[in-house]
């Protein structure tokens, strides 16, 4: 029997037409065209394991996947021949084959989300479903004040979906960084694993501070209550990118550009 390789991907999504990540019956589905895509490629049936599940709505900068195959490609023929197979609003950006002991998920040591809110008093005709509005002017530095309660190790059950299934509430959040970009209000996080909807939740609980309706030290009562019902809305998907994923460097997963912009020494998230 010929044995197996492991190979990882990037890829990047766009999130408007697809019931999120992971398969379900009769829906299209990330996961379902990443693998009739690599399957082709292979000529075998592949699955994928992903870093992280989206939403619906949601998008990837970088999402990453590994399978398993017993084909033999050159590396590029991954990433071409899949991209040839794909619909238009996914791309495989790289491939590396990788150790057998490598898993998107279980040895990612952080993921970073970025939210993006366009902040003007009409909607965009250009960007509808790509950010989430909010016409009520935000203050960012009320905004700012507010996420440092969030940061370090904390249970989180106040930002997760009622119907999480993780067994545990806890999670690491190591930065939370809030910019403006003329009319775009940008909340960048990175934290060891996320809650489901939990971006999305501490967006919302921001956006209510950010506009007034609540003074910053709200989100740390909404953290210590534990509890979902005391929290904000959810915020929409459509403002939501994973960005990408940290692995340790022995691994050989290089980071994506985009960690470079954020204004934090991440070796001290590498050295976990």
Known sequence: MTEQSRIALGIEYDGRSFSGWQMQTNRRT????????????A????????????????????????????ARREIHAWVLGSNSNLPRDVRVLWA?????????????????????????RTQSA??????????????????????????????FSSY?????????PIRIMHIINLSREKDRVIMDVVGNA??????RNIAGVLMEIGCGKREPFWAKEVLDARDRAVAGV????????????????????????IFNTLPVNVKRIEAI
Not at 30 to 41: G, H, R, T, Y
Not at 139 to 155: N, V, W
Request: hydrophobic residues 35%; glycine residues 6%; contains cysteine.
């Open 194 to 199: 996320f809650l489901h909807h939990m971006v």
């Open 234 to 257: 959810t915020a929409p998907p459509h403002g939501l990118y994973l960005g990408g994923v940290y692995y340790p460097k022995s691994m050989g997963i290089k980071k994506h550009p």
């Open 126 to 155: 250009l960007y509808r479903d790509l950010v989430t509005w909010c016409y009520a002017p935000l203050d960012l530095q009320r905004m700012i004040q507010a996420s440092g309660y969030l940061l370090g190790e904390h249970d």
């Open 160 to 168: 997760r979906a009622k119907h999480c299934q993780s067994n545990s």
């Open 30 to 41: 990330v996961q379902k065209v990443i693998e009739q895509a690599v399957s082709l490629v």
């Open 43 to 70: 000529n075998e049936s592949i699955r994928v394991v992903c870093a992280g599940r989206t939403d619906a709505g949601v998008h990837a900068i970088e999402q990453v996947v590994h399978f398993d195959t017993q």
């Open 96 to 120: 590396r084959q990788v150790d057998s002991q490598f898993n998107a998920r279980s040895s990612a040591i952080a993921r970073y989300y970025r939210y993006v809110i366009l902040n003007r």
